[in-house]
């Protein structure tokens, strides 16, 4: 089992282009999540989605847009990356709430955003 | 609006001491999770707290949660430089919205 798996692991981009950052998980999760981590401002969560068919805003979801392609697969676009999107990107994956599970997340390696 | 709020957030300790990390959150939940991040790492899940009152060990590392608080604590027995990482605890709003701590970063000297 790979697990949680996020392509690509680095990525260099000039402002107003666009990317799309892919997750893919094998542990047959319901819910999958996106999430920016800062210095000194722990992890913030900016979409996640609770099941397949379905995505929710979080806590900082505004220059972003993300798809639920199917059980598997969570990708988040960027669709005019701006200097404050400069971050490492998380994404997770959990059986989700009402399974009866603890809920833990599962986290990909990551990948390193930076936005000149 | 769910906050969550750490204490301290840099922690330097002699291998051998004991220490307790302090995580408050600000409104009502039923679950409390606690992760580890390695430098440049990702993050791995410690503890999973569902109930008041709730305890769990495992090694060096114990975490407790109070829900009429709205408090959990992760302490820490003689600890030694392998546990020198970032410790977050996160809290859900009753859904799959998560909201984590800022962290904190612990370092163990000989």
């Known amino acids: 089992n790979a697990g949680v798996t996020q392509t690509p692991k680095f990525q260099v981009l000039k402002t107003g282009q666009s990317m799309t950052l892919q997750c893919a998980q094998d542990?047959?999760?319901?819910?999958m999540y996106w999430y920016r981590q800062d210095p000194g401002m722990g992890l913030r969560l900016i979409y996640y989605?609770?099941?397949?068919?379905?995505?929710d805003k979080g806590e900082v979801p505004n220059g972003y847009n993300v798809s639920r392609l199917n059980k598997r697969e969570f990708s988040l676009r960027l669709e005019s990356a701006a200097p404050s999107q400069t971050s490492v990107y998380f994404c997770?994956?959990?059986?989700?709430?009402?399974?009866?599970?603890?809920?833990?997340?599962?986290f990909g390696p990551g990948t390193r955003l930076t936005v000149l | 609006e769910l906050k969550v709020e750490q204490n301290p957030l840099f922690l330097s300790m002699q291998e051998g001491k004991n220490y307790t990390i302090y995580c408050n959150y600000s409104?009502?939940?039923?679950?409390l999770y606690w992760y580890r991040q390695d430098p440049g790492k990702s993050l791995e899940s410690l503890f999973v707290?569902?109930?008041?009152?709730a305890v769990k060990q495992e090694g060096r590392l114990m975490a407790s949660l109070d829900t009429k608080a709205r408090l959990s604590t992760l302490h820490i027995t003689a600890a030694v430089h392998d546990l020198s990482a970032t410790y977050f605890c996160?809290?859900?709003?009753?859904?799959?919205?998560?909201?984590f701590g800022a962290g904190t970063r612990l370092t163990v000297k000989p």
């Open positions: 409104t009502t939940s039923d679950r």
């Open positions: 996160a809290v859900d709003k009753n859904n799959n919205d998560m909201r």
């Open positions: 542990m047959n999760h319901n819910s």
């Open positions: 707290l569902l109930s008041n009152g």
């Open positions: 997770a994956s959990s059986e989700g709430r009402g399974t009866g599970s603890y809920n833990e997340q599962f």
């Open positions: 989605s609770a099941s397949e068919g379905t995505t």
